[in-house]
């Protein structure tokens, strides 16, 4: 057996940053590419491609049951169209691994479906603890004025499953009508 050496990583509250990260990951709009409702709309943002969001890695092991992964999200405010900026989306690979949000600055929702159809929108803000239970697909949006920035801890071992939301879209979105964020059917998701 062999015990893992604990540590501290420290999360920037204002920039959303972790000092020293694992790994960034950096995600633009052409990573995020056919996930938009508004094709046109994004075609036409695709040209100066901005910077969407970035993941800050702050757990240093390995994949392993047990463990827990965590990392910081900082969501740039913008929209594609009048459809505010967001995550990919996944569901985990291991289906029944959960995960706890924790928003640290700015807001937004986070936005939530589970296999058998019911979706769910929590809005978070800076303090808002959010569940995500076992086998929901979650992504997240921003749909204020700046970052929205929030902690994300998982089962080291929950990994990601980017394909079905990539094929089937995500059953709702978060829109601007009349200057407020308001959650609307997705009019081009399918189920699988
Ligand atoms: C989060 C997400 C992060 C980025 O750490 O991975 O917010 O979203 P996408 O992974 O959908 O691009 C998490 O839910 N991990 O399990
Ligand atoms: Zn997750």
């Not at 936005?111 to 979706?119: F, R, T």
């Not at 929901?136 to 394909?163: I, K, S």
Request: aromatic residues 14%; proline residues 5%; glycine residues 10%.
């Amino acid at each position: 057996m062999t015990y893992k050496t604990p540590f501290t990583k420290w999360l920037e509250l204002e920039s959303g940053k972790v000092k020293d990260p694992v790994l960034v990951q950096q995600r633009h709009l052409s990573d995020l590419k056919g996930l938009f409702y508004d094709a046109e709309a994004e075609a036409e943002r695709l040209r100066d491609n901005p910077l969407i969001y970035e993941v800050y890695l702050a757990y240093d092991g390995e994949a392993q049951e047990g463990q827990l992964g965590y990392s910081t999200t900082l969501i740039y405010p913008g929209k594609v169209g009048d459809e505010y900026f967001f995550t990919k989306g996944h569901y985990h690979a291991k289906g029944d691994r959960a995960e706890l949000y924790y928003c640290l600055k700015g807001e937004g929702y986070l936005l939530m479906q589970s296999p058998n159809g019911a979706v769910n929108a929590q809005f978070m803000s800076a303090g808002a603890g959010s569940y995500v239970p076992p086998y929901w697909g979650h992504r997240t949006v921003n749909t204020g004025q700046e970052r929205f920035v929030f902690l994300a801890v998982y089962p080291a071992d929950a990994g990601y499953d980017y394909g079905t939301i990539a094929e089937n879209g995500f059953a709702s979105l978060m829109v601007e009508k009349d200057g407020k964020a308001a959650l609307v059917s997705n009019p081009n998701f399918s189920r699988s």
